[in-house]
C-alpha cells in the first residue's frame, strides 16, 4: 500500500492529483497479485561505450524533467503525485569480463536471470526516481544495458524521446528546451483534464456502446481450467510475429487504396479474429490511444504519461463487403478521438459494465519504435543491438504493433489464461486475416476463412470417418424407457 503523505519540506516541489489513466494503473499496480504489471524493462547490448558520461547523460534528463521525479503517496485517502527537487538516478554496475569465455547461450541465461531479478524487484511508487538502471560490461568494448521503469511516467511516445535526449546528452549536443524550464510541465495536462466539459462525450460514449449486452472475453475461450489452477502458470509471456517486408508493404499499399491507416487494418484483423473465437457479430477491444492534445501547448514535448485506452466496438456481418466495412472501422477511430480523453472506468459504467470491463484484450500501435529513436539520435562511436522491451499489463492479452519496415506483432499474454501454443495459432491466424483481408476489399466478410486448407481437412477428416452409430433418440425418450423397465430405481 501508499505510504501517507510524510515529505521533508525543502524536498517537495510540487503535488498535485493524478491523470484518469495513472489512477487505474496504480490501482492494479498496488493491488495486482500476479506479478508486477506496469514495470516497463528496456535492454540493448552497446558497443563503444563510455560508461561515466552514459550516466551523467541519464541524470541531466533526470534533472530536466520534473515527471522523472515523481513519487506517489496519499493524503486523506486521495493519490497524489509529488515532485522531489533533486533526486539521484540509480546505477548499478557489474563486471562481467571474467565471463567473457562462457559460451554465448550461458551468457543469455545470465542476463535473462540478472533482467528478471530487476524486474522481480519492484520499484517503491512513494519514493522517485521510479526507475533504476543497470549496466553489465561483457568485455571491455561491450555493455549490456537494462532499464527499468515504472509505467506510471512514459508513455510508449515519451520512451523513445527520453532516450534521444540521453543520447544527445551523451554526445554533447542536447540543445536548450524550445520554452523555458518550468513553463509546460505534466500538471498543466492534469488540469488541462479537469477543465474538460465531459457532457458532450458522455453523450457519444453511451450512443456508441448502446445495444452490448455482455462484455468480449478472448480468455474465456482461450484458457481451461487446469491451466488457471496449475501453480507454474503465472506471470506474462511474449510471442513475436514477424510480417516479412513485402507483406508489409502490401499491406501499406491495401491501406492507401482504401483510405484507412495500418492501424484500422489489423484493429480489423483482431476484430474478425474476436468474431470467430466468440462466436458473436458485434465484438469489443481495447485500443491505446495517444492522447496529446493539439490545444495544449508544448504537449508533443512534454514526457509523461498522456496515453488512453478506449473500447472499440466492431459488428461484422457477413453480407457486407470487406472495404465498406473497414471505411465503417476507420469512422469510428476518427470520430472516437474527439473523445479520447474520457477515462475508461467513466464509459464502461455508462455502458452498464463497470464491474467486469468491456473487454480483455488490447491493441497498441506504436509508430515510433525505440530502434528508430536510438538511430535517430545515435551519437558517434555507439553501435546498438535490437532493442528488446517487456511491459506487462493487467489485461490478459496485449497486442502490440510495431510499425517498421517489416510489420512486428509482439502478443503479451497472461500464462493463466494463455499457453504459448494458443498464442502461437492466434498470432498464424492474425497474419492469414490480414493476407485474406487484403487480397480483395470487394469480397464479403462471411467470405473470409479462418482456417488454413489444412485445418479444414482436418476437421472434415475428424467428422467423416469409417466409425457409425447407432440411430440417436431424444433425452426424453431415453429417460422414458429408463422408467418403463426399472420403476424403482432412484431418479437422482
Not at 72 to 101: M, T
Not at 137 to 143: E, G, Q, Y
Request: charged share 25%; net charge negative; proline share 5%.
Amino acid at each position: 500500500e501508499l505510504d501517507a503523505l510524510s515529505l521533508p519540506a525543502g524536498q517537495l516541489e510540487d503535488l498535485y492529483p493524478l491523470s484518469p489513466m495513472q489512477s487505474g494503473m496504480l490501482f492494479h499496480s498496488v493491488f495486482h497479485t500476479d506479478g508486477d504489471i506496469y514495470l516497463n524493462q528496456v535492454r540493448v547490448d552497446i558497443e563503444g561505450l563510455d560508461v561515466t558520461r552514459f550516466k551523467a547523460a541519464w541524470q541531466a534528463s533526470v534533472d530536466r524533467h520534473e515527471v522523472l521525479r515523481t513519487g506517489f503517496a496519499v493524503r486523506e485517502g486521495e493519490p497524489l503525485q509529488w515532485v522531489a527537487k533533486s533526486v539521484e538516478l540509480p546505477f548499478v554496475e557489474h563486471d562481467w569480463r571474467d565471463r567473457a569465455n562462457h559460451v554465448l547461450a550461458k551468457q543469455g541465461r545470465d542476463l535473462e536471470t540478472l533482467a528478471e531479478s530487476e524486474h522481480a524487484s519492484g520499484l517503491d511508487l512513494t519514493r522517485p526516481p521510479l526507475m533504476r538502471l543497470t549496466l553489465v560490461r561483457l568485455t571491455d568494448d561491450k555493455h549490456h544495458f537494462i532499464w527499468t521503469s515504472h509505467h506510471l511516467l512514459l508513455d510508449g511516445w515519451s520512451t523513445p524521446q527520453l532516450v534521444g535526449e540521453v543520447l544527445r546528452h551523451y554526445g554533447g549536443n542536447c540543445p536548450e528546451p524550445a520554452f523555458p524550464a518550468g513553463q509546460f510541465r505534466y500538471r498543466n495536462f492534469i488540469e488541462w483534464l479537469q477543465n474538460r466539459d465531459t457532457k458532450v462525450s458522455e453523450a457519444y460514449w453511451r450512443e456508441r456502446l448502446r445495444g452490448i449486452a455482455e462484455p468480449t472475453r478472448l480468455a474465456g475461450v482461450c484458457s481451461t481450467p487446469s491451466q488457471n489452477t496449475e501453480s507454474g502458470n503465472t506471470g506474462y509471456g511474449k510471442y513475436t510475429s514477424k510480417l516479412g517486408a513485402a507483406v508489409t508493404e502490401e499491406l501499406v499499399r491495401f491501406s492507401r487504396r482504401e483510405r484507412v491507416t495500418l492501424n484500422t487494418l489489423v484493429q480489423a484483423a483482431w476484430a474478425m479474429l474476436l468474431n470467430r473465437y466468440m462466436g458473436k457479430q458485434t465484438v469489443v477491444f481495447g485500443a491505446t490511444v495517444a492522447g496529446r492534445p493539439s490545444d495544449l501547448p508544448g504537449a508533443e514535448h512534454l514526457l509523461g504519461l498522456f496515453i488512453n485506452t478506449l473500447p472499440v466496438t466492431a459488428t461484422l456481418k457477413p453480407e457486407q463487403e470487406i472495404g465498406a466495412w473497414l471505411r465503417d472501422l476507420q469512422a469510428q477511430n476518427v470520430a472516437s478521438r474527439e473523445h479520447e480523453h474520457t477515462p475508461l472506468y467513466e464509459i464502461q459504467r455508462w455502458a452498464g459494465q463497470s464491474g467486469q470491463g468491456l473487454f480483455d484484450s488490447i491493441l497498441v500501435f506504436e509508430n515510433y519504435p525505440m530502434d528508430e529513436a536510438l538511430q535517430q539520435s545515435l551519437p558517434g562511436g555507439l553501435v546498438f543491438s535490437e532493442v528488446r522491451g517487456r511491459e506487462d499489463t493487467n489485461y490478459p492479452m496485449a497486442l502490440s504493433v510495431i510499425q517498421t519496415d517489416a510489420l512486428r506483432l509482439e502478443y503479451g499474454y497472461a500464462r493463466r489464461h494463455f499457453s504459448e501454443d494458443v498464442v502461437s495459432c492466434i498470432a498464424v491466424r492474425v497474419e492469414r486475416l490480414l493476407r485474406q483481408i487484403t487480397r480483395d476489399s470487394t469480397r464479403r466478410l462471411g467470405d473470409v476463412e479462418l482456417l488454413s486448407e489444412a485445418e479444414r481437412a482436418q476437421l472434415k477428416a475428424w467428422g467423416v470417418n469409417e466409425r457409425r452409430y447407432g440411430d440417436a433418440e431424444p433425452v426424453h425418450r431415453l429417460i422414458e424407457r429408463q422408467v418403463e423397465a426399472r420403476p424403482e430405481a432412484v431418479a437422482l
